[in-house]
Structure formats: C-alpha cells, structure tokens
C-alpha cells in the first residue's frame, strides 16, 4: 500500500480555467462580477435598472445563467448592450469552462464591465470560482433574515449584499437590522446596498459600487494575479 | 446539489494519477472539505457510491475529513476555532479577526495498491 499525496483543489480543472479568465480580465481592465441569490430574488430585475440606466457610451456585457430558456437574455437585450444567455441544461451553477466558452466571440479589449448572472441557488454558485473579481450577493425581503447562517458560504464570499425588494418592507414581517447583522456574523467586512428596482431606490447607489469597484480594480490591477 | 459534479471531479482525479501507476488499483481516496465549502458529506458520499458503481474504481473507497474554520485575531495574532459564528477571540476576547481556512475542497491523497505478480512470471526464475 502506498499513499501518494495530491494535495490540489477537487475543482482543479474549472480553478484552472478561472486564473485564465481572471488574467485575460486584468489584462483588458475588465470588472467581472458575479451575481449569485436564490431564484426571484431579482438578479434579472436588478440587472434591467441597471443597464436601463447606464450611459449608452459604457461598454457592459451580461452573460445570464439558467437551466432552460432564453427569456433573462431577452428581457436584457431591450437595452442595446451585448447579452448572452447560458443555458446549463440542468446544472445548478456556472463553471468557469462556461464561461470562457460564451465569451469566444466577444472582444474583452472592448469591454469595461462583464456581468454575470449566475443561476438562481445560493448554495452551488459559491463552489465555482468564474475568474471574476467579485461575487455579489442578492437577498430579497420576501426571504428569511436567517438566510445568510443557513447559507453561509456564499455569504462569506461575497463583497457586497444587495438587499432588494425594500419597497416591501411596509407590507412583510422582514427586520433589515437583523438581516444585515447576520451576514456580517458571517462576513464582518460585508457591504449593504439597500435597492427596490420597482421604485429604482438604491440603483443609483449600486451603480456607484460598481464604478467604484471598477476604478479599485484598474489602481490595483498592477501586480499580476498569483 | 452540485455534489454528483463533485464527486464526479474526485473520480477523474483519481484516474488521471493512476495513469503514473501502471500495474496498480487505487483503494482510497481522501478529501478535505471545509465548513465553509458548501459540500454535504453525506450527499457527495451517496454521489461518489453511485458514480464508481460498475466501474474500474468500484472498490474505491472515499474518506473526508472536515476542516473547520480558523480565524486569527487581528489584535494578538491568536488562531483558533469558530464555531456557531462566534469571532471572539478566546485568547484576548477581541472581535477582529480573519478568516484563515474552512472553505477548502482539496484532494489530500490517494492510496495505491499494486496488483499481485502474477505466477507466470514468478516461475521465471
């Protein structure tokens, strides 16, 4: 009996795809983020406000992830930016092989910001590095305040939590303070943007992020990633 | 429920390696999973038993070992478990700490048995 020693990722291979995507981003100064929730939480919601209300001079791109459909693709496309559906075909969550795959035809040199929408799930996105420079969190009101100790890996692995749906908060028994507070038992660091993209409260804010997330990315984007 | 890919990727894994070990089966293979991984032991457990049925690692068998999370306090520099998200430090009773490990999902070894020789080849002699 021998005992060989591997001591590498399971994911080694989808890790491996990701370095690949996240140098080519650095390189082309391309902001990644990855937009992960439970089903309707609003990601696509969320998504429309935002690039509704982006200068049509920014140059966004949206790739959207879910098992079947191209409806989240159409529902984006409406607002003039390149928009690309992923369909797994029953797999929970994007992989980094997705990725490049979609991206083949698209220029990065012509992009600043690459959207994606990750398949609605909380738990499997989180296991699944897609080269991106951010992973950003999505938790509605109509959802348990309890969500970020039920699920939190992808809680601690997110910069920034978008509560959405605050217009409801007249109407459901959802206590934010609490909600904010449980994410940041899990990750102490955690950014809260709160956003109704019914009402459009809080789009303006969350666009600020990412410009701002993006002007951080170019400073530090110097030093090459290990 | 992403542990049917998972354990899937453990077993391609393992394959790969054998191809360095000709004339061997591999018996075990052992993981690490972080509580932070999102992975259910028992999911990828049932994942991995269905994926190597009737097939040339069938007899493999999978050992996991959690990992749990490991924070460093940021005011002495102590290291120690968090458990049911309490930060506070044992050490100072500080609240500043970082996260160390507890999200792995690593592939720690693989046992390797070589096949007996055969007879034939022992009576060269």
New interface residues.
């Given amino acids: 009996?021998?005992?060989?020693?591997?001591?590498?990722?399971?994911?080694?291979?989808n890790d491996r795809v990701a370095v690949e995507l996240r140098e080519e981003f650095r390189q082309h100064g391309v902001l990644c983020v990855n937009l992960v929730s439970s089903p309707g939480s609003g990601k696509t919601s969320l998504l429309e406000r935002t690039l509704e209300q982006m200068p049509r001079s920014t140059r966004a791109a949206v790739l959207t992830g879910d098992l079947q459909t191209e409806n989240d693709a159409a529902r984006l496309r409406r607002f003039g930016f390149p928009v690309k559906q992923i369909t797994t075909g029953g797999?929970?969550?994007l992989d980094a092989r997705m990725i490049k795959r979609h991206l083949e035809d698209w220029r990065l040199e012509d992009l600043e910001y690459l959207i994606i929408e990750n398949v609605g799930n909380l738990?499997?996105p989180?296991?699944?590095d897609l080269g991106e420079a951010a992973k950003i969190v999505l938790l509605s009101v109509t959802e348990g305040e309890d969500k970020p100790?039920k699920?939190?890996?992808?809680f601690?692995?997110a910069e920034l939590m978008v509560l959405n749906k605050v217009d409801l908060l007249p109407y459901v028994p959802f206590d934010v303070e609490e909600a904010v507070e449980n994410a940041r038992?899990?990750h102490?660091a955690m950014e809260v943007i709160r956003v109704s993209c019914l009402t459009g409260h809080g789009v303006r804010e969350w666009r600020t992020w990412l410009e701002h997330r993006r002007h951080v990315f170019l400073q530090t984007r110097e030093q090459p990633v290990a | 429920?992403?542990e049917m890919?998972?354990a899937n990727?453990?077993l391609e894994?393992v394959r790969t390696?054998m191809e360095r070990?000709p004339a061997?089966r591999a018996?075990r293979v052992g993981?690490r999973v972080g509580k932070?991984?999102?992975?259910d032991g028992e999911s990828l457990r049932f994942c991995f038993d269905a994926l190597k049925r009737e097939t040339d690692l069938e007899e493999l068998e999978l050992e996991i070992e959690v990992c749990p999370r490991r924070h460093r306090c940021k005011l002495c520099g102590s290291e120690f478990t968090v458990r049911d998200?309490d930060?506070e430090c044992p050490q100072c009773h500080g609240l500043?700490s970082e996260?160390l490990s507890g999200?792995e999902?690593?592939?720690?070894?693989?046992?390797?048995?070589?096949y007996e020789p055969r007879t034939a080849g022992a009576q060269s002699s």
Avoid: W
């Fill in positions: 009996m021998n005992r060989v020693p591997l001591e590498r990722k399971v994911l080694n291979e797999t929970c969550h738990v499997c989180s296991s699944y100790l699920y939190p890996t992808i601690f692995k038992r899990v102490p | 429920m992403h890919g998972i990727s453990i894994a390696e070990h061997s018996t993981v932070l991984a999102a992975i998200y930060f500043a996260c999200d999902l690593d592939l720690a070894y693989v046992e390797v048995e070589q």
